[in-house]
C-alpha cells in the first residue's frame, strides 16, 4: 500500500488551491483501506472528489485517505451498489445504459458517492437520500451496515458526518435509457445556466435553510463580483467563491469571513458554512 508525504491537495480539490497533506494514501482496494484506518491512529480526513472541501494553505498535519481508486458500480439484485469513490459522472453513465431513473437532478455535480452520502447532496429540490437504501460504513474496527433509517439525514447534513462510507446502496426506478439520458441533460442545462461550474469552487460556500438564502443576501448587499487576491464572489452565482486562476486558500477564508461578517453586521444573520475547511 502506497502512502506518500507532503502531497498537494490543490490537485485533489476542485478549488483548485490550498496546501499539502502531512500525508495521502488512496487504497486500491477496501482491504487496503481497512488496514490503513486500522493502523492509523492519528489525525484522519476522509477525502472523496474534494468538491466540497478547502485545505487551508498551511496544510493539513495529518493521513488524507482518498476514495478516488474505489469506484467500482454494480447490481445486487435490484439495488444499484456503488462504492465510496464513484463519481456521479460514472453514476450518471451507469444510469443512462441500465436506464434507471432517479438521480438525474444530479448531473454535473462533481461529487464522489461517499461525499454525496455524507452531504446529502442534492439540487432542484432533490437530494441523494431520496434514492440511498444502506451504507456501508467502518466504525470501531469493523465494517457494518447502516439501514436508511439507522441514518438522520437533512438538507445538505446527515448523521454520517465522521464515519467512514465505504459502499452505498441505491434504488433507482426502471425507465427507458432513452428517457434517462434526457432527464440528465435537461438538468445539465439547468445547472449550467445557474451556477459558474468551469471554475474552481466548492459549490455553494454556505448553507441555505429555510428563511435564509445566502446568494439573495449577498447579492442584496452588494457583494457579488468583490474579490479578494484570486478569490471572487461570483458574478454568476453569488452563493459561489470561485478561483479566478490564482487564489489562495487564504483569498478564499478571507472573502468567506468578509461575506459572513458584512451579512452579519447588516442583517444579524450568521451564516454557516457548508463548505468544509480542513482542521
Ligand atoms: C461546480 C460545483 C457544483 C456543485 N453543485 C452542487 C449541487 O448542486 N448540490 C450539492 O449538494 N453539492 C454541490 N456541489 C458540492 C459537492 O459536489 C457536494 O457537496 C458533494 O456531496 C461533495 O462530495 P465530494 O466527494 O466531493 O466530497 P469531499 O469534498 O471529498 O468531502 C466532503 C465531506 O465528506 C467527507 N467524505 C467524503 N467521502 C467520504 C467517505 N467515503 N467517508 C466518509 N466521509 C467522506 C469528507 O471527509 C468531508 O467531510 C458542487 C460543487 C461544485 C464544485
Known amino acids: 500500500m502506497k502512502i506518500e508525504k507532503n502531497i498537494s491537495l490543490s490537485n485533489e480539490t476542485t478549488f483548485r488551491c490550498g496546501g499539502r497533506a502531512a500525508w495521502f494514501s488512496a487504497p486500491e482496494n477496501f482491504a487496503e483501506f481497512e488496514n490503513l484506518l486500522k493502523l492509523h491512529k492519528g489525525k484522519l480526513f476522509v477525502l472523496g472528489a474534494g468538491s466540497k472541501t478547502l485545505c487551508p494553505d498551511s496544510g493539513f498535519d495529518g493521513l488524507v485517505i482518498s476514495t478516488k481508486n474505489l469506484k467500482n458500480i454494480t447490481f445486487e439484485n435490484d439495488l444499484v451498489v456503488c462504492d465510496a469513490g464513484a463519481k456521479f459522472c460514472d453514476l450518471e453513465k451507469f444510469c443512462i445504459s441500465h436506464g434507471l431513473s432517479g438521480l ?4 454535473a455535480i462533481p461529487a464522489s458517492v461517499g461525499g454525496a452520502a455524507v452531504m446529502n447532496a442534492g439540487a432542484f429540490g432533490h437530494d441523494f437520500f431520496e434514492s440511498v437504501e444502506k451504507v456501508e460504513i467502518f466504525e470501531n474496527g469493523a465494517r457494518k451496515i447502516l439501514q436508511k433509517n439507522d441514518i438522520e439525514y437533512a ?24 428517457f434517462v439520458a434526457n432527464e440528465f441533460d435537461k438538468f445539465r ?16 460556500i454556505f448553507k441555505r435553510t429555510e428563511n435564509v438564502i445566502p446568494s439573495k443576501i449577498i447579492d442584496k448587499l452588494g457583494l457579488k463580483g468583490v474579490k479578494i487576491g484570486g478569490a471572487e464572489i461570483s458574478t454568476h452565482h453569488s452563493g459561489f467563491i470561485i478561483n479566478t486562476g490564482n487564489a489562495t486558500a487564504g483569498d ?28
Do not use: H
Request: aromatic share 8%.
Open 189 to 204: 442545462q439547468k445547472k449550467l445556466s445557474a451556477q459558474p461550474v468551469f471554475y474552481g469552487s466548492a459549490g455553494s
Open 252 to 279: 478564499v477564508i478571507a472573502l468567506i469571513d468578509l461575506a459572513r461578517k458584512t451579512v452579519e453586521e447588516n442583517c444579524g444573520i450568521r451564516l454557516e458554512n457548508e463548505v468544509i475547511i480542513m482542521e
Open 104 to 107: 438525474e437532478w444530479s448531473a
Open 155 to 178: 438538507y445538505r447534513k446527515t448523521s454520517l458526518l465522521g464515519k467512514v462510507v465505504f459502499r452505498v446502496w441505491l434504488a433507482l426506478e426502471k425507465k427507458s435509457p432513452k
